[in-house]
């Protein structure tokens, strides 16, 4: 079965930096492109960026292109996304997903960003 | 990008009886490799998402029948045959065809 576990949300204060991590269990970790994605309160899912099966690519929605990082170390089977510049307009639920079949077939069970002074 | 459109937007139906959502693509949605990458998830109160279907018409591991997907192009539905109470929350349609992914508004399903 597959389990994306998610660490590392909070509040942060605006201009801060927060790390997430998704560690990955029950499938080939690094056979897959993996992704985040977003919601903020009470509103619909965004995508944020996207990393190739072996890491050599990233992309980055428009929105946090320049202030986010996306990484996997698939040793650890593990999926990052490194946020700075953080603002207020980022607060929201992030998910990392498994991508298959051109689409998230699998979700992590989301972690909490706050960005408020 | 490619902006998706769902209708409606709030979707009250009866316990046993069926609904369907309707989400439209602002291109078609064929990628390179003749595959067409139109998915469909729920998401129930408080919960991730869960994708439903993907390819337009093809079911996920574990879910229930009363739900399928169709379409082409860029008209595509989802149909749920008989509603229950589990089925309550916001779906969601998305496009993995072209970069960036994107999605629909949500179509928030409850119960009359």
């Known amino acids: 079965e597959v389990h994306l576990v998610q660490s590392g949300g909070g509040l942060v204060q605006p201009g801060g930096s927060l790390r997430l991590s998704c560690a990955a269990s029950g499938f080939a970790f690094s056979s897959y492109a993996m992704h985040w994605v977003r919601q903020a309160p009470g509103m619909g899912l965004e995508y944020v960026s996207a990393i190739s099966n072996s890491g050599g690519s990233a992309y980055y929605a428009n929105s946090v292109k320049g202030r986010f990082t996306i990484s996997r170390d698939n040793s650890k089977n593990t999926l990052y996304l490194q946020m700075g510049s953080l603002r207020a307009e980022d607060m929201a639920v992030y998910y990392c997903?498994?991508?298959?079949?051109?689409?998230?077939?699998?979700w992590g069970q989301g972690t909490l960003v706050t960005v408020s002074s | 990008d490619v902006v998706m459109t769902q209708s409606p937007l709030s979707l009250p139906v009866t316990l046993g009886q069926p609904a369907s959502i309707s989400c439209r693509s602002s291109q078609g949605l064929v990628y390179s490799d003749g595959n067409t990458y139109l998915n469909w998830f729920q998401q129930r109160p408080g919960q991730s998402p869960r994708r439903l279907i993907y390819e337009v018409s093809n079911r996920d591991s574990g879910v229930p029948d009363r739900f399928s997907g169709s379409g082409s192009g860029t008209d595509f539905t989802l149909k749920i045959s008989r509603v229950e109470a589990e089925d309550v929350g916001v779906y969601y349609c998305m496009q993995g065809a072209h970069w960036p992914y994107t999605f629909g508004q949500g179509t928030k399903l409850q119960i009359k």
């Open positions: 997903a498994r991508v298959e079949w051109g689409g998230y077939a699998d």
